[in-house]
């Protein structure tokens, strides 16, 4: 049947999260901006915060068993997190791989040239070590118009892709989901039929199927590693 899940709410308990630089082992001398390994991570202006602290989640859902780090406002993780039961919103701030959280995150960013630039910061923020003690499984990217993505984005977004060994996955453009909410969405879990062939429901009834493909292979993905 229809399954809906109502909106999630933010933080009320005053918690904040930390930078990059304060997240660092006090003994470590690495300052983002500058090259550690063969990563060099973005300056610290353009890192992200670290939770110093378990993510939020709403307990009225499943425990995330990813979550989804937005590049940058207007990225499409709350879409994504309302079409996938099992995924949870990082709100911004890499997860700092406390216990009782997933250590899987996975970075969104929509395929702009600001989306496919902050893509990068976050990635090699992440590889670099400064993006908490989780695993970097990969990144996706949304559509931003029905147009096909012009060739210097594409060779842009293919070199970014790389840093994670092309475990890149594509949201296309769904052009109803500009009428409809987060709250509005259906939602797949694990073990949902994907349908085949060309006939599609609704997307207020059902998950567009390339949405379900991306969410069944993060999760394969992650079985893997």
């Not at 353009?46 to 406002?73: K, N």
């Not at 939602?187 to 493909?213: H, L, M, Q, S």
Request: proline share 10%; glycine share 8%; net charge negative.
């Amino acid at each position: 049947g229809l399954r809906r899940r109502m909106a999630e709410p933010k933080p009320s308990t005053g918690a904040s999260t930390v930078s990059a630089t304060a997240w660092a082992a006090a003994d470590d001398s690495r300052e983002p901006g500058r090259s550690h390994g063969l990563i060099t991570p973005p300056p610290a202006e353009r890192c992200i915060d670290v939770w110093p602290e378990p993510v939020y989640a709403p307990t009225d859902r499943a425990v995330p068993s990813w979550w989804l780090v937005g590049s940058h406002g207007g990225a499409g993780v709350s879409m994504l997190t309302a079409s996938w039961s099992i995924a949870g919103d990082a709100m911004g701030a890499f997860p700092a791989g406390f216990e009782q959280e997933s250590p899987f995150v996975v970075v969104v960013a929509r395929e702009s040239a600001w989306g496919i630039t902050r893509a990068h910061d976050l990635l090699t923020q992440h590889l670099s070590g400064y993006g908490g003690a989780t695993t970097l499984v990969g990144l996706v990217t949304v559509a931003a118009s029905p147009s096909r993505l012009k060739s210097e984005l594409r060779q842009r977004l293919e070199v970014v892709a790389g840093l994670v060994d092309d475990h890149h996955w594509r949201i296309p453009w769904i052009d109803t989901w500009n009428e409809l909410t987060p709250d509005e969405l259906p939602f797949w879990t694990p073990g949902d039929p994907i349908p085949p062939g060309r006939k599609r429901e609704p997307p207020d009834r059902a998950v567009p199927r390339e949405v379900a493909d991306v969410a069944d292979a993060i999760r394969t993905t992650i079985i893997s590693i």
